[in-house]
């Protein structure tokens, strides 16, 4: 379970402060698709980079499956990001001259897979969102819609636990958004899906739960953890946190 804590972020550039984010308390499930909705600058990247661990928090904290990040060192954090968490951009963030394959093998040089296995991870990954016969071709010989699931493929091929998606429709069309929410429903089933977007038609199609967000707070939740699914949640995590120390003393 992931648990922001009175999270704050401040933002200090050029003699300006600005508060991004001032004071979220967050539970999420292990399973869910969320989405993430509220006006242009209302902090729904700042809150996304944080729970991924690309962004740091001012104060409070961020509780990881029972661990607070607060003594978290920059190898916890590089484990967690490669191990844990995969992103989905709104503009792809595809290597033009790879090809599709390679883009998504690439996810996984990381990871001390082999190479072979690594083939067959991303084969596997772009299969489940249907490019299984577009291995070889290279980004841009292709829609917006099949560059997004391209990244898709690249954020599960590590089989994360969650998939943070920072407006993963905004540069497609209607139709081709859909598509891209079906996939994103379809790997939400077994994982975390947190999804920041513009589209409040398709947040109330597709997820299973909606957070309206304005001026860095939270101003609704329409399924936020019952108190029972928090102790549960805190419970799995100890047990789990025991398991892992026993398996590596260290
Ligand atoms: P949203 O994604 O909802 O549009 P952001 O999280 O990107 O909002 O931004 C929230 C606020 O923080 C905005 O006022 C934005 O200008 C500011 N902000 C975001 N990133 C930075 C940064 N790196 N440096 C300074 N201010 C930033
Ligand atoms: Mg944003």
């Known amino acids: 379970m992931i648990e922001?804590?009175?999270?704050?972020?401040?933002?200090?550039?050029?003699?300006?402060?600005?508060?991004?984010?001032?004071?979220?308390?967050?539970?999420?499930?292990?399973?869910?698709?969320?989405?993430?909705?509220?006006p242009s600058g209302c902090g729904k990247t700042t809150l996304l980079n944080i729970i991924g661990g690309l962004?740091?928090?001012?104060?409070?904290?961020?509780v990881i499956n029972g661990t607070s990040t607060r003594e978290y060192n920059d190898r916890d954090w590089d484990t967690y990001r490669n191990h844990s968490v995969g992103f989905v951009f709104q503009s792809y963030n595809l290597i033009p001259h790879q090809t599709v394959l390679s883009n998504v093998e690439m996810a996984?040089?990381?990871s001390g897979v082999k190479k072979k296995e690594r083939?067959?991870?991303?084969?596997?990954?772009?299969?489940?969102?249907?490019?299984g016969d577009q291995l070889n071709k290279r980004p841009a010989q292709m829609s917006g819609g099949q560059?997004?699931?391209?990244a898709i493929a690249r954020a599960i091929v590590n089989d994360p636990?969650?998939?943070l998606a920072d407006e993963p429709t905004g540069a497609l069309d209607t139709e081709t958004s859909v598509q891209v929410m079906e996939i994103l429903k379809d790997i939400s089933r077994d994982r975390l899906v947190v999804m920041v977007t513009h589209n409040p038609d398709?947040?109330?199609?597709?997820?299973t739960r909606v957070i309206n967000m304005l001026d860095g707070k939270i101003l609704g939740d329409s399924r936020p953890l019952t108190e029972q699914e928090v102790r549960d949640g805190r419970d799995i995590a100890r047990e789990k946190l025991a398991l892992r120390t026993r398996a590596s003393p260290s």
């Open 147 to 150: 560059m997004q699931r391209v």
């Open 119 to 131: 083939r067959e991870r991303a084969i596997k990954a772009l299969e489940a969102v249907g490019l």
């Open 202 to 207: 398709l947040a109330e199609r597709y997820s």
């Open 108 to 110: 996984l040089t990381l």
């Open 4 to 38: 922001l804590k009175n999270i704050t972020k401040v933002y200090e550039t050029g003699g300006e402060t600005v508060n991004a984010l001032r004071g979220i308390d967050l539970q999420f499930r292990e399973n869910d698709f969320v989405s993430i909705l509220g």
């Open 161 to 163: 636990e969650i998939i």
């Open 55 to 62: 962004d740091q928090y001012t104060e409070g904290d961020l």
